[in-house]
Structure formats: C-alpha cells, structure tokens
T-cell receptor
Framework: GENVEQHPSTLSVQEGDSAVIKCTYSDSASNYFPWYKQELGKRPQLIIDIRSNVGEKKDQRIAVTLNKTAKHFSLHITETQPEDSAVYFCAASRVDGGSQGNLIFGKGTKLSVKP | EAQVTQNPRYLITVTGKKLTVTCSQNMNHEYMSWYRQDPGLGLRQIYYSMNVEVTDKGDVPEGYKVSRKEKRNFPLILESPSPNQTSLYFC?????????????FGPGTRLTVL
C-alpha cells in the first residue's frame, strides 16, 4: 500500500522567511496530493491540493510542487506570518481503481513562525 | 450553515463497553470518512464510504465498524473498546465519490478508554 513520509517533523522560521515542507510517496499510481493545516485544538483544513497532471500550483503565499518521477511533492510558504504557525499534513491518494478513496497522510510538520 | 457534526465531543469509557460516535453532514456529500489522530502518527484513515451502502477499510480498521444507511450519517462503532483506541477521532466528508477535493472535517471526538 501507499506510504507517505514527511519532513521535517518540526520547523522554526523567522517571520517573513520562507518555509518548505517535503513529502515523498511510494505508490507511483497516486494522483492526488492535498495539504491540510491544523491549528492548535482545531480541525484540519485544506489549504491547497495538486493533481498528478500538474507540476506546480500557487495560491497567494502558498505553492505546491510535484515531481512524479522522484515521487515527491513540497509545500512552499513565502513571507511567513505568525498565523502560519500550525501543524501541516501532506497526503496522497490513488483514485483510478485499486484503493480508490483511501487517503494516506504524512505524520505532520509543526511549523513555528517567530515574530 | 454547511457543516460536519460529531457527537459526543468528549467521552471517557471503560474497556469492553460498546459505544457509537455519530457523524452527520448537511452538504449532501457522497464521500465520508473516519480518521484517528495520535501524537507523532498523524491522521490515519479507519474507514471510508463513497456512497450509501458502500464502505471500505482504511489503514487501521481493526476494532471498528461503520455503516452508511443514509447519505448524511456515518456512525463509527466500537463493539469492545480497548485502551489502545484512546485517541482523537475526526469524521470528514467531501463532495465527490473518490475523496478528491476538499474534505470537510468535523470538530473531533476525544475518546479515552480506561
């Protein structure tokens, strides 16, 4: 089955700096890669997602890149702000047959943005 | 208001006492799922359902049951809870049958099994 590795487990940056979180996946058939943000004591919320037919997607200060050959994808946050402090989870899913609908999450990255 | 609700939000129980955690969504979503969240392990999928009467196992289904008799409800049943099922549980739903697209999470249920 699919396995998703996420690094680093913790990340501390100064306000205004960029943050990068990387994930690798094992199943080359995975074709959907969402990123969720979970603030302390709250539920996870989708911040951005990418499908395997696209190499990069941007939404204001956040972007996700996908390298299908290397089976890894990354979250990039630019101009970080204190409100970006949270736990971020990557995930992978294979939709075309097989384990359709089975979403596998990484173990999370705790991002701290210091003012 | 579009939302996913879970009940109860907090539960302390004892080993072996059957319990049900309810999940309901009012967004007419096809796809629903249950996750457990444990420190250092992230979110792990327990069961998911792509439609009424269609359910499938996730990564950690042992010790859990689910049913999907109506589109809006997806209860999680622990027939004989054990201490290793102490966890934070999230229900989620999304529009498509595949789980692609935003999953809307419920507020979570913190379960302690003594």
């Amino acid at each position: 089955g699919e396995n998703v590795e996420q690094h680093p487990s913790t990340l501390s940056v100064q306000e205004g700096d960029s943050a990068v979180i990387k994930c690798t996946y094992s199943d080359s058939a995975s074709n959907y890669f969402p990123w969720y943000k979970q603030e302390l004591g709250k539920r996870p919320q989708l911040i951005i997602d990418i499908r395997s037919n696209v190499g990069e997607k941007k939404d204001q200060r956040i972007a996700v890149t996908l390298n299908k050959t290397a089976k890894h994808f990354s979250l990039h946050i630019t101009e970080t702000q204190p409100e970006d402090s949270a736990v971020y989870f990557c995930a992978a899913s294979r939709v075309d047959g097989g384990s359709q609908g089975n979403l596998i999450f990484g173990k999370g990255t705790k991002l701290s943005v210091k003012p | 208001e579009a939302q996913v609700t879970q009940n109860p939000r907090y539960l302390i129980t004892v080993t072996g006492k059957k319990l049900t955690v309810t999940c309901s969504q009012n967004m007419n979503h096809e796809y629903m799922s249950w996750y457990r969240q444990d420190p250092g392990l992230g979110l792990r999928q327990i069961y998911y359902s792509m439609n009424v009467e269609v359910t499938d196992k996730g990564d950690v289904p042992e010790g859990y049951k689910v049913s999907r008799k109506e589109k809006r409800n997806f209860p999680l049943i622990l027939e004989s809870p054990s201490p290793n099922q102490t966890s934070l549980y999230f229900c989620a739903s999304s529009y498509g049958t595949s789980g692609i697209g935003e999953q809307f999470f419920g507020p979570g249920t913190r379960l302690t099994v003594l």
